[in-house]
């Protein structure tokens, strides 16, 4: 008896030395994923407050970052990680590239803030940017507060010579906001855990044929061709 119990454990142990196990980082970057989907899916909800869809429709790329967290006392900072999507010359969009967020600020401020970002790109330049190294808003590409709604007439001036439109939801409401001086990067150890594969570049995977089956990529692939159809011609 003592004897089949020490084989059966042993064999447990190997079973378990065998088996592999997701890592941390992998897990973190499909939380990030769905988290974006949500965020998405949220904003989208509410037509006469979300991002116009004309907007959207004509957008190159986007940019979903969720729970950005703000914190100041007299100097500021945030900090958060999302994904980056473009669309190819057939309208359809690619793998999620995973990105950071990060900025300061200056000025009378405290306490702790959690903040969802949504970034919409108008053109390839700034995207490319982004690739090359680190971007800076508002000193790389001119950003400004996104208008909301259901149509992008009541837009001004500034808003509409920009190349990337800035959103951002807070405590339920949801509405364009500065992110000048923020920067972005492209998030390396993200995306080798996710894709399993620890040199492969942002330009690989925003340009390349799809590289994850995994369920959270099919659904953001589907949220984005709901809401971002590109324009009929």
Same mark, same amino acid.
């Given at each position: 008896m003592?004897?089949?119990?020490?084989?059966?454990s042993?064999?447990?142990?190997?079973?378990?030395? &065998?088996?592999?196990?997701?890592s941390?980082?992998?897990?973190?970057?499909?939380?990030?994923?769905?988290?974006?989907?949500?965020?998405?899916?949220?904003?989208?909800?509410?037509?006469?407050?979300?991002?116009?869809?004309e907007?959207?429709?004509?957008?190159?790329?986007?940019?979903?970052?969720?729970?950005?967290?703000?914190?100041?006392?007299?100097?500021?900072?945030?900090?958060g990680?999302?994904?980056?999507?473009?669309?190819?010359?057939?309208?359809?969009?690619?793998?999620?590239?995973?990105?950071?967020?990060?900025?300061?600020?200056?000025?009378?401020?405290?306490?702790?803030?959690?903040?969802?970002?949504?970034?919409?790109?108008?053109?390839?330049?700034?995207?490319?940017?982004?690739?090359?190294?680190?971007?800076? &808003?508002?000193?790389?590409?001119?950003?400004?507060?996104?208008?909301?709604?259901?149509?992008?007439?009541?837009?001004?001036?500034?808003?509409?010579?920009?190349?990337?439109?800035?959103?951002s939801?807070?405590?339920?409401?949801?509405?364009?906001?500065?992110?000048?001086?923020?920067?972005?990067?492209?998030?390396?150890?993200?995306?080798?855990?996710?894709?399993?594969?620890?040199?492969?570049?942002?330009?690989?995977?925003?340009?390349?044929? @799809?590289?994850?089956?995994?369920?959270?990529?099919?659904? &953001?692939?589907?949220?984005l061709?709901?809401?971002?159809? @590109?324009?009929?011609?």
């Open positions: 003592k004897r089949w119990l020490l084989r059966f042993m064999m447990i142990v190997a079973l378990t030395l &065998l088996t592999p196990v997701p941390r980082a992998a897990n973190k970057a499909q939380e990030k994923l769905d988290a974006s989907i949500a965020v998405l899916n949220q904003v989208m909800a509410i037509p006469e407050k979300g991002i116009p869809p907007l959207l429709a004509n957008a190159y790329g986007i940019a979903i970052v969720p729970s950005v967290i703000k914190v100041g006392f007299i100097l500021g900072g945030r900090y990680t999302g994904v980056l999507v473009v669309r190819d010359g057939g309208g359809h969009w690619s793998n999620p590239c995973f990105i950071s967020l990060a900025g300061g600020s200056l000025g009378w401020q405290i306490g702790a803030q959690s903040t969802d970002v949504i970034l919409v790109f108008k053109t390839r330049r700034s995207v490319d940017g982004i690739i090359k190294g680190k971007f800076t &808003l508002g000193a790389d590409a001119a950003v400004a507060a996104g208008p909301v709604g259901r149509r992008v007439e009541g837009a001004t001036d500034v808003t509409l010579k920009a190349e990337i439109y800035s959103y939801r807070s405590r339920g409401l949801f509405a364009g906001v500065s992110l000048e001086g923020s920067a972005l990067q492209i998030d390396k150890k993200a995306n080798a855990a996710f894709y399993g594969r620890p040199r492969i570049g942002a330009r690989e995977i925003l340009d390349g044929p @799809p590289l994850n089956a995994h369920p959270g990529v099919v659904r &953001l692939k589907q949220v061709a709901a809401y971002a159809k @590109p324009p009929t011609r």
